[in-house]
Structure formats: C-alpha cells, structure tokens
C-alpha cells in the first residue's frame, strides 16, 4: 500500500525566506561536571594534588578544543574520579626501591672496589720490589744486620696488608654477591609485572553504569 502525502504550498511567500539559519546543539556545550572520589592512601597523593593533576589534564583537552569540557563541581550525580590501589602499583613501586637501593648500593660500592683495586696494585708493586732487594742481598751472601731488620719489618707489613686485603676482597665479594641477588629479584619483580600488564594493561577504566573513572596504578606525574 503506497500512502501519497501531497503538500500544496502557495509561492507567492517562500517558505525558507522566514529561516535565519540552522540550529544545532552539541554534548560539548555544557561542561562535565565531575568530583573527586576515593584517593587510595597508598598512592601518598592528597586530593588536592590529584585534584590538580585532573586540572592539568582537562586543560590538555579545553585548550584544543577551545571551550570549557569539563568544571569541577561537587555534585551528587558529577562524574567520580578514583584512585583505585592494586597488585600492579604494588609492583611498580617495588621496581621503583629496589631500583633505588641498587643504585645506592652501586654508589657505595663502586668506590669501595676502586680503593681495593689500588691498594692491590700498590701491594703487588711493594711485594715485587721486597722479593727483588731480598735477591740482591741473597745473592751477595746475605744481607747487612741493618738491611736484615729493615726487610724484616717490610716483610711483615706486607704480610699484615696482605691479611686486612683478603678481608676487604671477602667483604666485597659478599657486597656484590647481595647486589646480583637483589638485581635477581628485581629481574623477577619486573617479570612479574609484565605478566600483570599483560593479563590487565588498562591503567584505567571509564564505567559508564557508575558514570565514574576508576585510575589503578600512576608510573608517573605526566603518565
């Protein structure tokens, strides 16, 4: 069945003349208003400093787009913004010390490695020229009571830095065999995190329903 609507228009008047334009409306005309919800402890950032953060990056959006998006207001229905704590924040902090106390570590015993490595080369240079004098003397059948006493002592001194550069390199081993155990667990806490980054890479999630963001781990102030 074909229904025919005819619609008689008289032209004397046009009908578009009375029109002055087209009106439109956009979602973007009226800000988002939205509020700050829970702000995990764990994350050590007050709300003011995430209240910030949130300004900075609808900034980011108004000022390319050129019109207020979104305002900050404390309504009951406004759009909630949380930060939620979770096992891949757990994780990125962990990386974040146990990188720091690496480096701390290296700090300390970098040094402590290059007084040992030139005390070891002194030492080897003393020991050679000792062996050498004692060999002359040796040679000549024996050395001068004098020379005897004063080889004597160096002999010992050798021997006692000798003792005191045993400690320091089992002390250094000990140091750096923690340091390539905590580099072990850091390889393993970063293997870890992956995993969870690949299970969950979102680090955040818009929730329609709840008309809330839910914010699960910050790496970084720009991230």
């Given at each position: 069945?074909?229904?025919?609507?005819?619609?008689?228009?008289?032209?004397?008047?046009?009908?578009?003349?009375?029109?002055?334009?087209?009106?439109?409306?956009?979602?973007?005309?009226?800000?988002?208003?939205?509020?700050?919800?829970?702000?995990?402890?764990?994350?050590?950032?007050?709300?003011?400093?995430?209240?910030?953060?949130?300004?900075?990056?609808?900034?980011?959006?108004?000022?390319?787009?050129?019109?207020?998006?979104?305002?900050?207001?404390?309504k009951a229905d406004a759009l909630s913004i949380h930060l939620v704590f979770d096992e891949r924040q757990a994780l990125n902090n962990e990386i974040s010390d146990l990188e720091n106390t690496l480096k701390q570590e290296r700090h300390e015993i970098d040094p402590q490695i290059a007084?040992?490595?030139?005390?070891?080369?002194?030492?080897?240079?003393?020991?050679?020229?000792?062996?050498?004098?004692?060999?002359?003397?040796?040679?000549?059948?024996?050395?001068?009571?004098?020379?005897?006493?004063?080889?004597?002592?160096?002999?010992?001194?050798?021997?006692?830095?000798?003792?005191?550069?045993?400690?320091?390199?089992?002390?250094?081993?000990?140091?750096?065999?923690?340091?390539?155990?905590?580099?072990?667990?850091?390889?393993?806490?970063?293997?870890?995190?992956?995993?969870?980054?690949?299970?969950?890479?979102?680090?955040?999630?818009?929730?329609?329903?709840?008309?809330?963001?839910?914010?699960?781990?910050?790496?970084?102030?720009?991230?």
């Open positions: 069945i074909v229904i025919l609507i005819v619609l008689i228009v008289s032209f004397k008047t046009p009908v578009f003349s009375r029109v002055a334009g087209f009106i439109y409306s956009s979602p973007c005309d009226t800000p988002i208003a939205y509020k700050i919800g829970f702000v995990d402890p764990q994350f050590h950032m007050s709300e003011k400093q995430f209240l910030a953060a949130i300004q900075k990056a609808e900034g980011i959006w108004e000022k390319e787009i050129g019109k207020d998006l979104f305002a900050h207001e404390e007084t040992y490595d030139q005390r070891a080369a002194r030492f080897r240079r003393e020991v050679s020229s000792l062996n050498a004098e004692i060999a002359h003397w040796n040679n000549q059948g024996g050395a001068p009571p004098d020379d005897y006493n004063r080889l004597k002592k160096e002999q010992e001194r050798l021997e006692q830095e000798a003792s005191t550069l045993n400690s320091l390199a089992k002390s250094l081993n000990l140091s750096k065999d923690n340091y390539n155990a905590q580099v072990g667990q850091l390889n393993n806490t970063v293997d870890t995190y992956n995993a969870a980054l690949g299970e969950r890479p979102e680090e955040g999630l818009y929730d329609p329903k709840n008309n809330r963001i839910l914010i699960y781990f910050n790496i970084s102030h720009d991230e």
